[in-house]
């Protein structure tokens, strides 16, 4: 007789990854799913992001999927706001929480009331 246990075991291997490995691989599986994707950030290029977490991805996918932008969250907030709005798919990294405050402009005066211009 099996237990409910053995009935719900995954059916491939478990593997161990970090936070950032999970994050990279999740972006990547993305970007390489659907031409609509693409990451946006402070060093998230060739620098690899401010704590390695995009990697390899400009590598992978290129400057025009993997997009290092200017010092700016309010800037790189309306660009992702911009892009989604013409349906593209941005995944936009900031680098600290702190600065998530600085994009708030573009996410809860311009993004939430679009729909209503």
Known sequence: ????????????AERELTYAEAIREAMAQAIEADPRVFLLGEDVGVYGGAFGV???????FGTERVIDTPISELGMAGVAVGAAITGMRPILEIQFS???TL???????????????
């Open 1 to 12: 007789m099996s237990t409910l246990i053995e009935t719900l075991e995954p059916p491939v």
């Open 54 to 60: 995009s990697g390899d991805l400009v590598h992978r």
């Open 103 to 117: 994009a708030m402009e573009q996410i809860v005066n311009q993004a939430a009331k679009i729909r209503f211009m």
């Open 98 to 100: 702190d600065f998530v």
